[in-house]
């Protein structure tokens, strides 16, 4: 892209003044050396202080205040959401590891502690299968206790 097309998408910008100290240097050098884009730099400032002088309208304070509290009770929902995605993450986690736990332990007492050194893959298979399920199954009661959390909160809306 050349310098001339750079400057001129950045000419409504640089009238309404609100490009940095750089960008609006490097906009009035070019529209210095380039008459079209003078003039279409001065179209633009005439519109732009055209567009400041009609009124602003006052949104109704009302509104406002809906507003900011719609924001903040969606702001609100979002950390729980979050909050609640990272229960039910530390919950599965937690019961994989009772799981993993579980079977060693049970094999250290039932076996020996040699028998946690054996090479045999039945039994561990059975044990991480089921301390799985496990996890599935308190994943699973998390997320509807949480769904029958986020139901009653929003009835209560």
Same mark, same amino acid.
Do not use: K
């Given at each position: 892209?050349?310098?001339? &097309?750079?400057?001129?998408? $950045?000419?409504?910008?640089?009238? @309404?003044?609100? !490009?940095?100290?750089?960008? &609006?240097?490097?906009? %009035? +050098?070019?529209?210095?050396?380039? %008459?079209?884009?003078?003039? &279409?730099?001065?179209?633009?400032?005439?519109?732009?202080? %055209?567009?400041?002088?009609?009124?602003?309208?006052?949104?109704? @304070?009302?509104?406002?205040?809906?507003?900011? @509290?719609?924001? =903040? *009770? %969606?702001?609100?929902?979002?950390?729980?959401?979050?909050? +609640? +995605?990272?229960? !039910?993450?530390? $919950?599965?986690? =937690?019961?994989?590891?009772?799981?993993?736990?579980?079977?060693? #332990?049970?094999?250290?007492?039932?076996?020996?502690?040699?028998?946690?050194?054996?090479?045999? =893959?039945? *039994?561990?298979? #059975?044990?991480?299968?089921?301390?799985?399920?496990?996890?599935?199954?308190?994943?699973?009661?998390?997320?509807?206790?949480?769904?029958?959390?986020?139901?009653?909160?929003?009835?209560?809306?």
């Amino acid at each position: 892209m050349s310098e001339h &097309q750079t400057v001129g998408e $950045l000419l409504a910008l640089a009238a @309404a003044g609100v !490009l940095t100290a750089g960008e &609006q240097r490097r906009v %009035e +050098d070019h529209a210095r050396a380039c %008459e079209a884009c003078a003039r &279409q730099l001065e179209a633009w400032r005439a519109l732009s202080g %055209e567009l400041r002088r009609l009124p602003t309208p006052a949104a109704p @304070a009302e509104l406002v205040a809906r507003t900011r @509290a719609r924001v =903040f *009770e %969606e702001l609100a929902a979002a950390a729980e959401r979050r909050w +609640d +995605d990272a229960v !039910l993450v530390f $919950l599965s986690l =937690f019961a994989w590891t009772v799981g993993v736990a579980v079977w060693a #332990i049970v094999r250290l007492v039932n076996n020996g502690l040699l028998a946690l050194l054996d090479a045999r =893959f039945t *039994e561990p298979v #059975i044990w991480l299968t089921a301390s799985s399920v496990l996890a599935w199954l308190t994943a699973g009661v998390v997320a509807v206790l949480v769904g029958h959390r986020r139901r009653m909160t929003w009835r209560n809306l």
